[in-house]
């Protein structure tokens, strides 16, 4: 992406991203209005982050049918790394996130890594870093949307509907066949 010339455009990005996005990163115009862009960088990825694990969550109980407090429990004990969420996305939903929608994150995750590591990053390079984060947002909203019918971003209600889970047992045997970590 070109670079962003002002937070206006930032927050013209954000504005122009669908209501599940903008719902999910509530606070992000505030934040913007009245913080510095570490702040806004910091929050944008800790919600990020947040819905990778919603989406490998929503995944594994919508297309696996897994039993839910497992599903939950499994999830939030995995160690998960840029190239962990990826290769367990694909496990879980039989197709890698496409190639130039995962390298769209690239950028941002860079400037992430130096804003919580207490380095100096430029307004340039933090407002390219939102409007990217925005972008990657959207995309994986529509892959996963294309694939499994349900916004990482959205409320997470109804993911089986009236369908039966997998009891625990089975469910764990999935866990482990999809590569997530199982005690």
């Known amino acids: 992406m070109a670079t962003v010339p002002s937070y206006i455009s930032v927050k013209k990005h954000y504005e122009a991203s669908p209501q599940t996005v903008r719902d999910y990163f509530s606070n992000f115009e505030s934040l913007i209005d009245d913080y510095e862009y570490q702040v806004v960088v910091a929050y944008c990825f800790?919600?990020?982050?947040?819905?990778?694990?919603?989406?490998?969550?929503?995944?594994?109980?919508?297309?696996?049918?897994?039993?839910?407090?497992?599903?939950?429990?499994?999830i939030d004990k995995q160690h998960l790394t840029r190239d962990g969420f990826l290769d367990l996305y694909a496990n879980v939903f039989g197709k890698a996130l496409p190639t130039l929608t995962a390298a769209k994150i690239k950028f941002a995750e860079g400037v992430r890594d130096r804003v919580v590591h207490g380095k100096n990053i430029t307004d340039a390079d933090a407002r390219k870093c939102l409007t990217d984060l925005i972008v990657f947002s959207c995309e994986l909203e529509q892959h996963v949307q294309s694939i499994a019918s349900f916004s990482p971003f959205g409320t997470m209600k109804g993911l089986l509907g009236a369908g039966k889970?997998?009891?625990?047992?089975?469910?764990?045997?999935?866990?482990?066949?999809?590569g997530f970590s199982v005690a």
């Open 46 to 74: 800790f919600r990020l982050e947040a819905a990778y694990n919603r989406t490998l969550y929503g995944g594994v109980r919508k297309l696996h049918k897994a039993d839910q407090q497992l599903a939950k429990s499994v």
């Open 165 to 178: 889970s997998l009891d625990a047992r089975t469910t764990r045997w999935l866990m482990k066949g999809l």
